[in-house]
């Protein structure tokens, strides 16, 4: 979860939220909500916002990648099957 939060603040050139005491459930909600003021902050400062949204999804890909490799998934049946455990 950490690192989902740091991939989305380099996206939006943000500073990390200190999540360290944060049980997992609330840090779904922070992250939620963490983006949703990066987004709005960004759309006021009238930044690029095809180049935000195409760094979140390179971000998110090397995400799924590094997963894929660390749990050994490589099909769609098998991610499936990872995320009911």
């Known amino acids: 979860m950490r690192q989902l939060f740091t991939l989305t603040a380099d996206a939006f050139h943000a500073q990390v939220p200190d999540t360290s005491r944060s049980p997992y459930d609330k840090m779904l909600a922070q992250h939620t909500l963490f983006t949703k003021e990066e987004a709005e902050k960004a759309i006021g400062l009238s930044?690029?916002?095809?180049?935000?949204?195409?760094?979140?999804?390179?971000?998110?890909?090397?995400?799924?990648?590094?997963?894929r490799r660390t749990l050994r998934v490589n099909t769609p049946q098998e991610a499936r099957k990872q995320a009911l455990y």
Do not use: K, S, T
């Open 47 to 67: 930044q690029d916002l095809v180049a935000i949204r195409n760094h979140l999804y390179q971000n998110a890909c090397q995400l799924g990648r590094e997963l």
